[in-house]
């Protein structure tokens, strides 16, 4: 590499080199370093929590999930090689160790070749192994012996496939550690080891055997049915994910979902068998091209539009396209990189206890990770640290005896209202850009999902709220002086604003709300084929609050009734979505379907049913409270009114704020009543199989276009 040239790649740090990856987009700039690579040069906002490190020449895909839930398959399909080692032995699962499988990448212009390693953990529910914390001690060592630099800086995998099957998607009435689903025990798994990127995502959940219960779906009489219950269940899979993530990762964006099926009679123990059939993948009922989507996932984690891309990460995504066949004898067995009597070893020994661990307390963790945290309204994110100068004597905790609602019907102006501001607003309520007040909006953005057809009803409870004591709460020092390095604001100092405000949030939270949220949406036959069409289809990019906030929807159940005519029935569709009590998921799910299913009519207020589950999921609120994110209650104020800054920057912040929201989130066109448009007949890939060459040549073409364009060179004058 020629001195002129830029990578990603910095210098090492006491021998330990590491990649630096910006959070941000074309507005950093790149500069030579004294050790000839090329380094990200931090600007004036820069510290240590803007970049995200990787290895320089090495791409690293961290395998992770429930033994025998396909993660060695699901490589070995995406790559179209048997890479890993497959099945599960009858002492559970087929890997014990941590093992590396290493991969050259060929065609890397860099005097330094580039490796492509698939690093795979044991099942995270070894059913021979009671003692789990042995697999969370693999992953501790795992963690601090290949992602740790001698000076303690963190470096991540460039990707986690965190691998789980559709039957094992259930909900999870527990908290952290102690669930007991097999989503549960792999995120907390994932948790305990330090490996989520929190600047740069890196994970992507990888849901497989998703049509392994295909024939559950017989009943329906059409094709258009089956395929649209089917993207009714995927959509309740994707929920319950999203919810788990909230427990564990609050601050996070919902991370990708890809579901897959891996099955195929041509791949065999000893590779592709061409006299099977020709090699393909299946297209799902959501129209998606089976694995072509999880490469589509990988890509946009490697080379986020508008980011800087992994260039090591494009490097490597030339082997998971399996346009070149590997060659056997090119492929190393795998290299163990934690032995499990290393692990064992490395376990503390507790003392015996009589008593039953105690359970966190929700109510502590939620006023830990919100109250003092910052929200970026432009992006719809909630910020990673307090911004405030908190004490525990400036903070307050109290019950609210408040009654339960019945659920009332949202009506059309309402959705219509709400809509519309979810739409400006980017999940904040605006009534004037620049406001002092802004309410979030979260549950706006499943509205925006439903047709105009649809009967919504919503009731909440607020049990507890926790709010600043202050009246004028101060800022840290520390992040008054990031603020300090801010320019005079103008147009064309618009992107240290940008970087500033992705990074640090537009609004803090002064007081929350907190309790339970349910949500029945009724769906007509028609309309459930057309959301579910768009829910399967990856509706997140065009309805980016629900990809921002991560509602916790999680059930959805269809009912069947029969209308007053003979010969006429009705198939009624419902989306339970519930937030908060998570005890009570289940029965609640299953007592309010059947108590909606009654309601012929549409109603303005409709009663909660008799019996004792509205008194229980009151109760188990009491010790499950969630944050209501968007109730009435919970307060954000602009960084621009808190105390600590000057005149000047109080103007720059609000300035700026009002440009870039503007920018962001144009007046959208009226809502039209027209009805929904038609099935799409002919949205299915007309063909089958991966497109393998093609995607060779996509990462061909933007590593070319790194390497290529103006913004990727050093402009230093000689």
């Known amino acids: 590499m020629s001195d002129g040239e830029d990578s990603v790649i910095t210098g090492s740090e006491d021998g330990h080199s590491i990649v630096s990856l910006p959070r941000g987009g074309p507005s950093e700039r790149r500069t030579d370093h004294p050790n000839r690579h090329a380094a990200v040069t931090r600007t004036s906002l820069s510290n240590s929590g803007l970049i995200s490190y990787r290895h320089p020449f090495r791409a690293i895909v961290l395998l992770l999930g429930a033994s025998g839930h396909g993660k060695s398959t699901t490589i070995n399909r995406l790559i179209g090689h048997n890479l890993l080692r497959i099945g599960r032995s009858e002492f559970g699962s087929t890997t014990k160790d941590i093992e590396r499988v290493n991969i050259a990448v060929p065609g890397h212009r860099s005097s330094s070749p580039v490796t492509l390693s698939f690093d795979d953990t044991p099942g995270t529910d070894d059913t021979t192994n009671d003692d789990r914390a042995t697999n969370s001690s693999l992953l ?32 999870d009435a527990h908290n952290a550690p102690h669930f007991t689903s097999a989503l549960g025990k792999s995120m907390n798994q994932l948790h305990l080891s330090g490996l989520v990127d929190h600047e740069r995502p890196n994970v992507i959940v990888v849901v497989t055997k998703s049509l392994s219960d295909w024939s559950q779906f017989d009943d329906f009489k059409t094709a258009r049915e089956k395929d649209a219950h089917w993207m009714e269940e995927a959509e309740k899979r994707r929920e319950i994910i999203v919810d788990v993530q909230v427990r564990l990762f609050p601050r996070l964006r919902p991370w990708k979902v890809v579901f897959i099926e891996n099955s195929d009679p041509s791949f065999t123990e000893d590779g592709i068998d061409p006299s099977v059939r020709k090699h393909k993948f299946p297209v799902l009922p959501n129209r998606e091209l089976s694995h072509q989507n999880l490469f589509v996932a990988m890509r946009s984690l490697i080379a986020p539009v508008g980011g800087v891309p992994d260039i090591t990460g494009l490097h490597a995504l ?6 070149d066949p590997l060659k056997t004898s090119s492929i190393p067995r795998p290299e163990i990189l934690v032995h499990r009597s290393e692990a064992q070893q490395d376990m503390p020994s507790a003392p015996p206890s009589s008593s039953t661990p105690v359970p966190p307390d929700r109510t502590r963790e939620l006023v830990d990770s919100f109250l003092g945290v910052t929200f970026n309204s432009i992006t719809g994110d909630f910020g990673r640290n307090g911004v405030l100068e908190m004490a525990p004597e400036k903070e307050k905790i109290c019950r609210v005896d408040s009654q339960l609602e019945d659920f009332r019907r949202v009506s059309l102006t309402d959705k219509a209202q709400t809509n519309k501001s979810s739409h400006i607003g980017g999940e904040v309520d605006v009534h004037a850009i620049a406001g002092a007040e802004f309410h979030y909006a979260g549950w706006s953005n499943t509205l925006s999902l439903d047709s105009y057809d649809d009967e919504v009803y919503e009731s909440r409870l607020v049990t507890k709220e926790a709010c600043v004591r202050d009246l004028r709460p101060q800022l840290t020092h520390e992040f008054l002086s990031i603020i300090q390095q801010l320019p005079r604001w103008s147009i064309a100092s618009q992107e240290p604003y940008r970087e500033f405000f992705s990074m640090h949030g537009t609004h803090v939270i002064l007081r929350m709300a907190m309790g339970g949220h349910v949500r029945v949406v009724v769906h007509d036959r028609r309309d459930i084929r057309n959301t579910g069409r768009q829910r399967g289809g990856g509706v997140t990019a065009s309805a980016p609050g629900l990809e921002a906030v991560g509602v916790t929807a999680k059930a959805s159940g269809a009912v069947s009734r029969d209308a007053d ?53 009151m109760e188990a609120l009491k010790d499950d409270p969630e944050f209501l994110k ?23 912040l609000k300035a700026a704020f009002e440009y870039l929201y503007s920018k962001s989130h144009p007046q959208p066109p009226e809502h039209s009543s027209s009805p929904p448009p038609p099935y799409p007949e002919h949205s299915c890939p007309k063909e089958a199989e991966m497109p393998r ?16 364009t103006p913004f990727k060179r050093s402009k230093e004058s000689k």
């Open 693 to 708: 060459k093609k995607n060779k040549r996509s990462i061909g073409r933007a590593i070319k276009d790194f390497f290529s």
């Open 565 to 617: 005519s003979e010969h006429a029935s009705t198939r009624v569709h419902f989306t339970i979505n519930r937030c908060g009590g998570a005890a009570m998921a289940a029965e609640l799910s299953n007592v309010l379907g059947a108590h909606f299913a009654s309601v012929k009519n549409r109603v303005d207020s409709c009663p909660w049913p008799q019996g004792e589950v509205r008194t229980r999921w």
């Open 318 to 323: 030339q082997v998971v396209t399996g346009a």
């Open 630 to 652: 968007d109730h009435r209650t919970t307060e954000y104020k602009p960084l621009w009114v808190l105390s600590g800054l000057s005149a000047r920057q109080k103007e720059d």
């Open 140 to 171: 501790r060592i795992y963690s601090t012996k290949h992602f740790t630099t001698s000076e303690g800086r963190k470096v991540y995998p460039n990707i986690i496939l965190l691998v789980v099957a559709w039957a094992s998607i259930t909900l």
